[in-house]
Structures are given as C-alpha cells and as structure tokens.
C-alpha cells in the first residue's frame, strides 16, 4: 500500500483520471460513438499524456528518469476515470 501513498503517484492517478473522465464526456456529447470506442479513446488519449510525460522525465536532464510505477499509476487513474465517467 505505500504505492499509492506516494505523493507523485497520487498525481500521476489524479491526471490521469481528469484526462480520461473529461474526454469520456466530450466524446459522449459531441460523436455518436460506442461506449466501448469512447472508453478506449478515453483511455489511450489519457495514457498518451502520460507515457509523453514520462518520456520528457526520461530526456530532461534534471529529470527524474523512465519509472513504470508512474506508468501503473497512470493506468490506474486512466481506467478509473473513463469507468466513472459513464457513471449518470
């Protein structure tokens, strides 16, 4: 559990969840599409954001290097926020 107690983690869950839930609705309201094709959108679009962010620590030279735990937790608040957001 002291996983998800880190600091950096918790943000890392939280972004991702926004990013997921708030395209999950934009998608819902503006495209006729499935739940299944939103939900995937939503979630890759929010994994994007944070692979990329990853990808700068990993090049930036005061940066704090490639982690996969920030990639779990970006997977973690990814699929909470696309599953919440179809929540009426």
């Known amino acids: 559990m002291e996983f998800f107690i880190q600091r950096d983690k918790q943000s890392?869950?939280?972004v991702c969840l926004v990013i997921a839930s708030i395209?999950?609705?934009?998608l819902t309201l503006f495209t006729f599409l499935p739940n299944a094709e939103?939900?995937?959108y939503a979630y890759l679009h929010a994994m994007a954001w944070?692979?990329?962010?990853e990808?700068?620590?990993?090049i930036?030279?005061?940066g704090s290097g490639w982690s996969w735990m920030d990639i779990v937790a970006d997977n973690v608040g990814a699929i909470t926020g696309a599953l919440l957001a179809f929540i009426p």
């Open 12 to 14: 890392h869950i939280m």
């Open 60 to 62: 930036r030279k005061d």
């Open 38 to 40: 939103i939900f995937l």
């Open 23 to 26: 395209t999950v609705l934009a």
């Open 50 to 53: 944070g692979s990329g962010k």
């Open 55 to 58: 990808a700068f620590d990993a």
